[in-house]
C-alpha cells in the first residue's frame, strides 16, 4: 500500500512539471506576438506567426542569413556577384527591405527615374537607354529580373530572317538603330562560307536575295555567276567547280595549275595548246584520258600495235621527234652489232611488235644445222660475230673435262647437223683405244680418266673380287694374263697352285685356312668348321694323315669317316672283333694306353660301350 502511494505522488508532480512547460512556452510566443511591430506583407503572411524564420533571437546580423534560405536567387547573385544585388555594395537585406509595415506595403519600392540600370546584367546603350517605358521590356506580372535578354524577346516582329539566323542579332545589329548593320559586325569567316577578295566588297543583298533566308544562300559560283558561265564562259560544260580555275580576286583570271593539280603535267607544246582542244567534252562527266592516243590517235602510224605510251619514242616539243626509244627497255635490248643497224633492218613496217625476238627470225639463211639444233641460236652465237662460237658444253648432258675441252667439235660430231644425236658413251670415240676387246661394257670412265686415257683409276672392291692384304700390292699383271680381265680366275688355286703343299688334297678353298695377309698364316678352326674337335695326338697330326685323297670336282674336301677305324684300322690288332668304337678302350693321347675298367665291370667286349 506505502507503494502504491508513493507511485501516485510521483505521477502526479510528473503531470505537473508537464503542464509548466507547456505554459511557460505558450507564454513567450504569445509574448514574441505581443511584441510584433506590425503585419507583415502578403508574401511573408504564412510565417507571421513563426518569428524564427526570418530573426535569430539577440542577433541581428543573422537576419541575412535567413532572408538568403527563402530568397535562393538573390543568394545566388550574391555568390556569382551578378545580377542587381551582387554588383552592388554588400549591405543587410533590411537597409532597403522592411517589413511589419503592413499587407500592402512595398517593401521593394523601385524608383524608376533614379534607378540605375548599369547595375544589372543588362546595361543600358545606346538606343535601349532612350526607353523610357519600363513596360516595353519587362511585362507586367513577372518580376524585375525575369526580362528576357535576348533581342528576339522585344524585336521578334522586326526579325525578317524569321528565325532562320537565330536569336544572336547582335551578331550584325547594333544597338544604335536596329535596321541599320554595322560594318564590320558580322564576321563571315566564323560561316561556312569567309568573304575573300573581290566579296568583301560586295553588298549583301548580292548574294542573299530578298526575302529568302540568309542561310539558304547558295555557296556554289555557279550560285550567283552562272551567267557569267553561260553567257561569256563554258556554258557550263566544265560543271559547278568555278574556283578550280577561277579566285575571289578576278573572275576573268584563270589560275589553273595543271602540272599541280592534275595527274598531266603540260610540257612542250602541250603548253600552248587552249583547254577546249583536249577537253572537248563536259568536264567531270566526260573523263578525258591522259594517253597519248586519246588527243594523237589519228597520228599513230603504227595502228595501236605498240600501245597507248606513245611518249617512249615521241616527244612533247614536236610530235615527229623521234630518237629517244631505249631498245633495252623493251623485251628485245640491243647488244653487239645489233645495236649499229637501222631499224628498218628488222622492222619492216610500222607495226613494231610484229618483228620476231628469235635469232632464226633474222638469221635463218644462215643456219648451218638446219634447225636441228632449234632456235635457241643465241647458246653459241653471240651478238658480236656470228661465226665465232660461245657455247657452254657443262648445260648439256656431256660436260667437257680434261683432254676433251682440248678437243675441237669436229672430233666428236661428225658434221653440223648432227650435234644432238651424238653418242655420249665412250667407245663411240675410243672403240679403236679399247684393249679389252668390250668385255668390260662401254664405261670405260669406271677405270679410265678424261686428262689421260692410260691413266687408270679402278676401284677393285667395286669388282666381284675386292683386294685385300698382300693382294693390295700385287701389279694387275701379276692375275691378268692379258687384257681380258674378266677371264681371270678368282679362286686361289689359279694363283698359288704352285704353293699348295697339300697337292690339292684339301680342295680349292684355301681361303678356309690361308689369308690374304700372308700364304703361311693358317686359321682354321676344325671344331667349328669340320664339326671334329682335335684333341690329344690328334691336336699334333698333320692334315695329310686323315686327310689323303684329293678331293673330287666341285667339293672343297674328300669326305673323311668319323669312326676310328677310318684312320686307324692297320693300327687294330683285334683284327675288328672288338667293333669299331676304339675309344672305349683307347685314349686320344696314346693308342697303347688303355683306359681303365670301371669296377664290377666285366672284361671284354662286354665293356665295349664305356666312356671315359
Known amino acids: 500500500m506505502e507503494w502504491t502511494r508513493c507511485a501516485a505522488t ?6 505537473a512539471a508537464v503542464l509548466a512547460a507547456a505554459a511557460s512556452l505558450a507564454s513567450a510566443q504569445g509574448l514574441e506576438s505581443a511584441l510584433s511591430p506590425g503585419p507583415v506583407i502578403r508574401g511573408h503572411a504564412k510565417v507571421e506567426d513563426q518569428c524564427a524564420n526570418c530573426h535569430v533571437r539577440f542577433d541581428r546580423a543573422a537576419q541575412d542569413g535567413r532572408c538568403l534560405e527563402c530568397h535562393k536567387d538573390v543568394a545566388a547573385d550574391l555568390k556569382a556577384k551578378a545580377g542587381l544585388h551582387g554588383k552592388q555594395k554588400p549591405q543587410a537585406c533590411r537597409s532597403c527591405h522592411t517589413d511589419h509595415k503592413g499587407r500592402d506595403v512595398q517593401i521593394a519600392p ?17 538606343a535601349h537607354a532612350k526607353v523610357d517605358d519600363c513596360a516595353k521590356c519587362h511585362v507586367a506580372g513577372k518580376r524585375w529580373r525575369e526580362a528576357a535578354q535576348d533581342c528576339v524577346a522585344c524585336h521578334k516582329k522586326d526579325d525578317v530572317h524569321k528565325g532562320s539566323l537565330g536569336p544572336k542579332c547582335a551578331d550584325c545589329h547594333g544597338e544604335d ?29 548580292a548574294c542573299h536575295r530578298k526575302g529568302e533566308p540568309y542561310t539558304e544562300a547558295p555557296k ?26 577561277h579566285d575571289a580576286k578576278s573572275w576573268r583570271a584563270a589560275l589553273f595549275n595543271h602540272d599541280a593539280d592534275t595527274k598531266y603535267a603540260l610540257r612542250g607544246k602541250h603548253r600552248n595548246v587552249k583547254c577546249d582542244d583536249c577537253h572537248t567534252g563536259t568536264l567531270y562527266r566526260d573523263k578525258l584520258g591522259t594517253d597519248c592516243l586519246a588527243c594523237h590517235k589519228k597520228d599513230d602510224t603504227h595502228k595501236g600495235s605498240l600501245g597507248t605510251e606513245c611518249a617512249t619514242c615521241h616527244q612533247e616539243s614536236g610530235w615527229k ?34 618483228v620476231p625476238r628469235t635469232c632464226i627470225g633474222c638469221h635463218r639463211a644462215d643456219d648451218k644445222h638446219r634447225a636441228t639444233l632449234g632456235e635457241a641460236c643465241g647458246a653459241c652465237h653471240g651478238e658480236r660475230t656470228w661465226k665465232i662460237p660461245r657455247f657452254d658444253h657443262g648445260t648439256t648432258r656431256y660436260p667437257l673435262r680434261g683432254g676433251h675441252v682440248k678437243a675441237e667439235c669436229k672430233a666428236c660430231h661428225a658434221d653440223l647437223t648432227h650435234y644432238r ?5 665412250c667407245l663411240a670415240c675410243h672403240k679403236k683405244d679399247d684393249k679389252h676387246e668390250g668385255q668390260l661394257d662401254a664405261h670405260c670412265e669406271s677405270c679410265h680418266n678424261e686428262q689421260r686415257w692410260r691413266e687408270t683409276r679402278f676401284d677393285h ?8 692384304g698382300a693382294h693390295l700390292k700385287v701389279e694387275c699383271k701379276s692375275c691378268h694374263a692379258d687384257l681380258r680381265y674378266r677371264d681371270a680366275a678368282k679362286d686361289c688355286l689359279a694363283c698359288h697352285k704352285k704353293e699348295d703343299k697339300h697337292k690339292g688334297g684339301l680342295g680349292a678353298r684355301c681361303e678356309n685356312c690361308h689369308n690374304a695377309r700372308a700364304w ?12 671334329w674337335r682335335l684333341d690329344g695326338a690328334h691336336a699334333k697330326a698333320a692334315c695329310a694323315a686323315c686327310h689323303r685323297a684329293p678331293a673330287p670336282a666341285g667339293k672343297a674336301i674328300a669326305e673323311v669317316g668319323r669312326e676310328c677305324l677310318a684312320c686307324h684300322r692297320g693300327d687294330d690288332a683285334h683284327d675288328g672283333a672288338f667293333g669299331p668304337v676304339c675309344d672305349s678302350c683307347h685314349t686320344n693321347d696314346n693308342w697303347k694306353t688303355l683306359r681303365p675298367r670301371r669296377p664290377g665291370a666285366p672284361g671284354g667286349p662286354a665293356n665295349l660301350g664305356a666312356r671315359p
Not at 177 to 204: E, M, N, Y
Not at 223 to 235: A, E, I, L, R, S
Not at 421 to 425: A, I, L, Q, V
Not at 461 to 468: D, S
Open 321 to 354: 621527234s623521234v630518237g629517244r626509244f631505249d631498245h633495252d627497255k623493251s623485251r628485245f635490248p640491243l647488244l653487239g652489232k645489233h645495236d649499229d643497224i637501222e631499224c628498218k633492218a628488222c622492222h619492216k613496217n610500222a607495226a613494231y611488235r610484229d
Open 421 to 425: 644425236d651424238t653418242p655420249t658413251d
Open 177 to 205: 538603330r536596329w535596321a541599320q548593320i554595322l560594318p564590320g559586325r558580322f564576321d563571315h569567316s566564323t560561316t561556312r562560307f569567309a568573304l575573300t577578295g573581290k566579296h568583301v566588297d560586295a553588298k549583301c543583298s
Open 220 to 245: 556554289a559560283c555557279v550560285g550567283c555567276h552562272k551567267d557569267d558561265d553561260f553567257k561569256k564562259g563554258h556554258k557550263g560544260r566544265y560543271g559547278e567547280r568555278c574556283d578550280s580555275c
Open 520 to 531: 703361311p698364316l693358317v686359321r682354321y678352326d676344325h671344331e667349328r668348321q669340320a664339326h
Open 10 to 15: 510521483l505521477l502526479r508532480h510528473a503531470a
Open 110 to 126: 523601385l524608383d524608376k527615374r533614379a534607378f540605375d540600370h548599369q547595375l544589372t546584367d543588362w546595361p543600358l546603350r545606346a
Open 461 to 468: 672392291a667395286r669388282a666381284r673380287f675386292a683386294l685385300v
